[in-house]
């Protein structure tokens, strides 16, 4: 089982960055399918963006299409988000999720879970 660990969230303004980053730990990062999925007060978790085993294939949401973006280094078992021009709207609570065997990953009850890393977006 994989462990996970969010960090790089905190408060920025609308049409600002961050940069979000998930360390995994084992030796064995390359084999999963990582994810990254949000969840705002009072809704549902919801899929954000992943990348493929090798990182040749990633995936998003429409909502963050063209604003974000996924990537790995499988060296340093790390997954990373690079959130630009980001919205109000945007503002969650941050989880990466590490996913064995779906592609796309679809959360829930499917692979392990950090404990996500708090941003939020101020208009």
């Known amino acids: 089982q994989v462990q996970l660990v969010e960090s790089g969230g905190g408060l920025v303004q609308a049409g600002g960055s961050l940069r979000l980053s998930c360390a995994a730990s084992?030796?064995?990062?390359?084999?999963?399918?990582m994810g990254w999925f949000r969840q705002a007060p009072e809704k549902e978790r919801e899929f954000v963006a992943a990348?493929?085993?090798?990182?040749?294939?990633?995936y998003y949401a429409d909502s963050v299409k063209g604003r974000f973006t996924i990537s790995r280094d499988n060296a340093k078992n790390t997954m990373y988000l690079q959130m630009n021009s980001l919205k109000p709207e945007d503002t969650a609570v941050y989880y990466c999720?590490?996913?064995?065997?779906?592609?796309?990953?679809?959360?829930?009850?499917?692979?392990?879970w950090g404990q996500g890393t708090q941003v939020t977006v101020s208009s």
């Open positions: 084992g030796r064995t990062f390359s084999r999963y399918v």
């Open positions: 999720n590490a996913d064995r065997s779906n592609w796309p990953p679809p959360g829930g009850d499917f692979g392990s």
């Open positions: 990348i493929s085993w090798s990182g040749g294939t990633t």
